[in-house]
């Protein structure tokens, strides 16, 4: 019985790459140092997998920056503003592609499918020159090969590719990114004759693009794509990975009939109805690559379901060609729970990372390999022995941690259970409607038209992060750390009461993480030290991981807010985070639905609605600025999601009284086909970006959308250290007030200033104030 993982994480265990590209960047080390790191980490995650004895090895998963912009470097397609002239691409192109340099921006970045990892997007159109412009592939198959391991070549499948660059511009709108195809496959025909010459056996195309809703034109690219690459691969293994959902219908009939393609990897784990499709139907003689071991999460994976999966798997496709896997690429979970020196045990005993994801994987292969060779015995009995003979300590600690799981204390919350399941089929929504509401809170907080406000965050000195590190550490009292963040919420107020903005902030100086702030004081979460995901380039998140019912054992912000509340004459915005941004930035628990544990957070901030409204905070902000994120790949799923995670925000505050002004905001500008749940949050005033993604959002309302509530789209974009001008500021107000009401337009900056430095942020918002208050005028 084989083993297979798709791909592996290219960081490290200690953020290794991470460190050695950032001083690569600064000019503190050479071309060769990041080389020399980089070919440590791929020697070594090769060796683990040999040594675990994993039979499919994927090479080429490691990147410098990202695997599709390595596949835009392998077909030459570097847009021309980067001046590239021909020849292997080195860094230098490659780099500024992926960070801009000093003459020219970056390439644009966008989310690789509903992860949190990003990549760069090809930019093609129908000049585009392509050539065979980096050797990447190959020459780490050959490298693997010199340490004595053969592996399995990992390339981004060419209509996936496709189907995710984005037209160049000035490319019209009826170009079709497809119809490059012909000129894409004769490099990726050389690729694979240059595979086979170094003597790879076997190649594993991802085409993860088939899970999502297709049309038919877009099917038959695979079916071209692959009857035309069908010579070239002749005589190699060839495997079609998907992941990331199951493959629909139309899809798995033209997946599993694609010609040359000897495998096909489906995600088991989200991919829910993936197994009836191939109880439909799989076709004979063809490899089933079983993606059993969840790549998204950082569960130990429950063996024993997997067997029996895997067993129900193998009647259906024979037993010599099914091949256990991961459910996707490792590059979504985290690297390896060795470095967890701090986590609790018994929850540690719940985990696995991507290390121990692969001796889950091989235990499972080897395991039916055992019971594979055994005579035919009653069921039960056939698992018994196959367990008592094939990794006997490792299955049986398996079990012991997945009962432990089930039935410790430290999971169930029977209080919270009860009351959540209590919140469903019912509605939550303030009583009064969002007009009636405004009114009430206009006539409370007299606030001028186009009144101004920031979305949280001030900067984060480093003298600040020192402060709260110190404090973590216990090296400074709790009083001094007190005095120490008072001091910053002092300034911080003072300033924007000079800068004479309406709604002010206390700045978010307590605060690491938005997330992270809230997840430690919630009970259910777990925190670790290492456990790190790449997001884009070098950089990498820690997210919590929710393991119980969640919680609040007492009041989170309520003291830094009052406080901030009582230096100033003017409304303080309790700023909190909310459910589904907690849930998306989280590791989430898979022992019950995504929303069940919602709905639990929710609560729990409900809780602090309220009690920031008891002391007096009249304005809160409710961030949701992952609410996107969550959302399913294939539409089919997206209604539902919606429907609870709007929920899930509307029970935070469906309690507070009319004359309390609930804000939210969000930060990607993707908004316009939610448009119509976002307005079902039913908060008093959203907070947008809007500015950095060229006013996108504002289009939504150019089509004829009511919006009613409060709405301040950004006005500047705060991921520059660029200051907007008053007048550039006014512009862009101007626009807005072309297609949104002035009573009920806002004036902010796009996001939070927590990565600004107040050089930039001070004049920035000195004129944010004064292009208000000079169209206030006008107005
Ligand atoms: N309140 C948060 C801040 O200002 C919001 C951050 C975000 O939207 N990502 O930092
Ligand atoms: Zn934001």
């Not at 949701?624 to 709007?646: D, N």
Request: aromatic letters at 10%; glycine letters at 6%.
């Amino acid at each position: 019985m084989a083993s297979h993982i798709v791909g592996y994480p290219r960081m490290g265990p200690k953020r290794e790459l991470k460190f050695a590209l950032e001083s690569f960047w600064d000019g503190k080390s050479s071309a060769e140092d990041l080389q020399k790191v980089s070919a440590d980490l791929r020697s070594s995650i090769w060796k683990q997998m040999a040594d675990a004895g994993i039979k499919y090895i994927p090479s080429n998963t490691f990147s410098y920056y990202d695997q599709v912009l390595d596949t835009t470097a392998m077909l030459g397609a570097v847009p021309p503003r980067y001046g590239w002239n021909g020849g292997e691409i080195g860094f230098d192109t490659y780099f500024s592609m992926a960070r801009g340099n000093a003459s020219v921006p970056a390439m644009e970045m966008t989310k690789w499918f509903d992860t949190n990892y990003h990549f760069i997007v090809p930019e093609l159109g129908p000049d585009m020159k392509f050539s065979y412009a980096s050797h990447k592939a190959v020459n780490e198959y050959k490298e693997a090969k010199t340490l004595g391991v053969d592996t399995v070549p990992v390339l981004v499948g060419p209509v996936s590719y496709l189907l995710l660059s984005k037209p160049a511009k000035g490319v019209e709108k009826s170009f079709s990114l497809l119809s490059l195809l012909g000129n894409i496959l004769p490099f990726y025909k050389e690729v694979v004759a240059e595979l086979k010459a170094a003597g790879a056996s076997s190649i594993q195309f991802d085409e993860p693009t088939l899970v999502m809703d297709l049309d038919s034109h877009q099917l038959q690219a695979f079916t071209h794509a692959y009857s035309e690459l069908e010579s070239s691969l002749f005589g190699l293994n060839v495997l079609v990975e998907t992941y990331f959902a199951d493959v629909p219908v139309e899809a798995y009939k033209t997946l599993t009939a694609l010609k040359g393609v000897t495998g096909f990897g489906f995600d088991l784990v989200r991919g829910s109805k993936t197994l009836d499709l191939i109880k439909g139907g799989f076709p004979l003689g063809k490899y089933l690559f079983a993606g059993v071991v969840d790549g998204r999460n950082i569960w130990a994976n429950d063996l024993a379901a997997s067997l029996s999966t895997l067993q129900a798997l193998e009647g259906i496709v024979g037993k010599d060609k099914l091949v256990v896997s991961s459910s996707c690429s490792l590059l979504h979970t985290a690297v390896d729970l060795v470095n967890e020196t701090k986590l609790d045990k018994e929850i540690k005993s719940w985990l696995a990372f991507a290390a121990q994801k692969v001796v889950e994987v091989n235990a499972l292969a080897k395991a039916l390999a055992g019971y594979k060779d055994e005579v035919p015995l009653p069921h039960f009995v056939l698992v018994y022995l196959s367990l008592r003979d094939v990794l006997p300590a490792f299955f049986s600690e398996n079990a012991a941690a997945q009962a432990s799981r089930k039935s410790s204390p430290r999971v169930t919350n029977e209080a919270v259970q009860k009351a959540a399941a209590a919140l469903k089929g019912s509605d939550h929504r303030r009583a009064t409607n969002v007009s009636a509401r405004l009114d009430a809170q206009q006539k409370k907080l007299n606030l001028p038209i186009l009144p101004t406000t920031t979305i949280g965050s001030f900067p984060q000195t480093m003298d600040l992060r020192r402060v709260r590190r110190e404090y973590k550490a216990k090296k400074i009292s709790e009083e001094d750390y007190i005095k120490a963040i008072k001091e910053e919420i002092f300034k911080v107020v003072k300033l924007q009461e000079e800068l004479d903005i309406d709604v002010l902030v206390h700045g978010e100086p307590e605060r690491n993480d938005m997330v992270e702030y809230f997840g430690e004081q919630l009970s259910g979460f777990a925190f670790t030290v290492n456990g790190w995901v790449q997001s884009y380039g070098s950089r990498c998140v820690k997210p919590p991981i929710i393991y119980g019912d969640v919680s609040r054992p007492k009041a989170m912000t309520v003291f830094w807010s009052s406080m901030a509340q009582s230096m100033t004459a003017r409304p303080m915005k309790g700023m909190l985070t909310g459910p589904v941004t907690i849930l998306n930035w989280s590791f989430v628990r898979n022992d019950q639905p995504r929303s069940e544990t919602c709905y639990q957070i929710a609560l729990a901030i409900k809780d602090e609605v309220e009690d920031l409204e008891k002391a007096g905070i009249n304005v809160i902000q409710i961030d949701e600025a992952a609410l996107r994120e969550g959302l399913p790949l294939r539409k089919s799923e997206q209604a539902f999601y919606l429907e609870w995670a709007v929920h899930s925000f509307r029970i935070t505050n469906c309690g507070v009284q009319d004359t309390t002004q609930v804000h939210t905001h969000m930060c990607y500008s993707h908004f316009n086909d939610i448009i119509h749940s976002i307005i079902d949050m039913d908060a008093d005033v959203i907070t947008i970006e809007n500015s950095r993604s060229d006013e996108k959002l504002l289009s939504v309302f150019r089509e004829g959308v009511k919006y009613g509530a409060g709405i301040g789209p950004g006005v500047y974009d705060i991921h520059s250290p660029r200051i907007p001008s008053a007048e550039e500021i006014a512009d862009r107000i101007n626009k807005m007030l072309a297609v949104l009401e002035t009573n009920i337009l806002w004036v902010n900056p796009d996001c939070g200033l927590k990565t600004r430095k107040y050089p930039e942020v001070k004049p920035a918002l000195s004129n944010m104030v004064a292009a208000a208050k000079l169209l206030r005028t006008q107005l």
